[in-house]
C-alpha cells in the first residue's frame, strides 16, 4: 500500500517557500505522493443563513495545476495527485491541457482525481451548469483520455465537440490516470464502469467495506476485475491519537485499499513545520508497527 501525505490547503498559508518546504519535506520522508484538495471560490457565509459547506470564502486554497506545476520543478519523486480537481466546472480541453503541462513538467508523475462538487455558488461563477454535472463529467472523461492519447481529435458529444484538433506537447502518461471522489452510488457505478481509482470519504471502520463491495460488483457488471481499480483512503489527524492513526492505516490496508493518505488539517496544528513534524511522526510509527 501507497503512503501519501494531503496537502495542508486550508493551513499552509500563501508564503512560497513554507510552500515549498513542506512539499520538500514529504518527499525526503519518503512518502509516495501528494494530494491537494480544490476550490476556486469560497462564498460568504455570513451572506448565505443556514449556511452548511464544508469551507467558505475564509479558507484559503491554492490552486492545484498551478501548485503543481510550481511543485514540479521543486521535487523529483513523489506523485501529485489532484483529489480531487472539480471537473465539471471547468472548461475540458483547458483540464486536458493543464493537467498534460504538469504531466510533462514533472516527468508523469501527474495523477488526476476528479469529482462533481458540492458547491454551486462555484459553478455560477464558472458559468457551468449545476444540474448536469455527473453525467457531464462521465463525458468528460472520455473527451481528455482522448486528447492525451492522439495527436489529432474529432469529437461530437452532448456538451462537446472537437474538430480535427489536438494538445502539444501530450503528457508523458498516455493516458494520464483519472480517479473519482464521492461515496453516491451513481459515483461507485462511475468508477466500476471508467474509473482508474476511488477515494472513499467514509472511514475504514464505518461504511467503507459496503462501499467497496458495491463498487467491485459494479467493476464486474462493466466486464473488469476489481482489482483493475485503485482505492486510496485517507487518515485523519484531527481523530484520535497516533496510535488511532495506525489503526486505521492498518484497517485500509485490510480492506484491500492500494493508497492512502494522511491529512493534518483541523488538528490544532500552526505553520508549516508543525504540519511537516505531524507527518514525520506518523511515518515514524507507520515503521515500526
Not at 467491485?216 to 466486464?223: I, K, L
Amino acid at each position: 500500500m501507497r503512503v501519501g501525505v494531503v496537502f495542508p490547503q486550508t493551513e499552509i498559508g500563501s508564503d512560497p517557500i513554507q510552500v515549498r518546504d513542506f512539499a520538500q519535506a514529504v518527499e525526503g520522508l519518503g512518502y509516495d505522493h501528494l494530494l491537494s484538495y480544490d476550490h476556486i471560490l469560497g462564498a460568504n457565509s455570513k451572506s448565505r443563513p443556514g449556511w452548511s459547506g464544508f469551507y467558505d470564502h475564509a479558507d484559503l486554497f491554492h490552486e492545484p495545476f498551478v501548485l503543481y506545476g510550481y511543485l514540479a520543478g521543486l521535487t523529483e519523486r513523489i506523485e501529485l495527485v489532484t483529489g480531487i480537481i472539480i471537473l465539471p466546472q471547468r472548461q475540458t480541453a483547458l483540464v486536458a491541457k493543464q493537467a498534460a503541462a504538469v504531466d510533462v513538467l514533472s516527468g508523469g508523475r501527474l495523477r488526476l482525481g476528479v469529482g462533481i462538487g458540492w458547491n454551486d455558488v462555484e459553478y455560477e461563477a464558472l458559468g457551468e451548469n449545476f444540474g448536469n454535472r455527473g453525467r457531464r463529467s462521465e463525458e468528460q472523461v472520455k473527451v481528455l483520455r482522448s486528447l492525451w492519447t492522439n495527436e489529432l481529435v474529432t469529437f461530437e458529444g452532448d456538451w462537446h465537440k472537437i474538430t480535427d484538433a489536438g494538445l502539444n506537447p501530450m503528457p508523458v502518461q498516455r493516458p494520464i490516470p483519472i480517479w473519482f471522489g464521492g461515496e453516491a452510488d451513481a459515483v461507485l457505478r462511475r468508477v466500476g464502469q471508467i474509473g482508474d481509482g476511488w477515494f472513499p470519504i467514509a472511514s475504514p471502520a464505518n461504511g467503507a467495506r459496503v462501499q467497496i463491495d458495491a463498487l467491485h460488483a459494479y467493476a464486474r457488471e462493466a466486464g473488469r476485475a476489481p482489482s483493475e481499480i485503485g482505492i486510496e483512503g485517507f487518515v485523519r489527524m484531527r481523530d484520535g491519537s497516533l496510535k488511532d492513526w495506525i489503526k486505521d492505516a492498518a484497517l485500509w490496508k485490510d480492506l484491500g485499499a492500494t493508497h492512502v493518505s494522511i491529512e493534518t488539517m483541523k488538528a490544532n496544528l500552526v505553520g508549516a513545520q508543525a504540519h511537516i513534524d505531524a507527518i514525520r511522526r506518523f511515518k515514524e510509527a507507520l515503521a515500526t508497527d
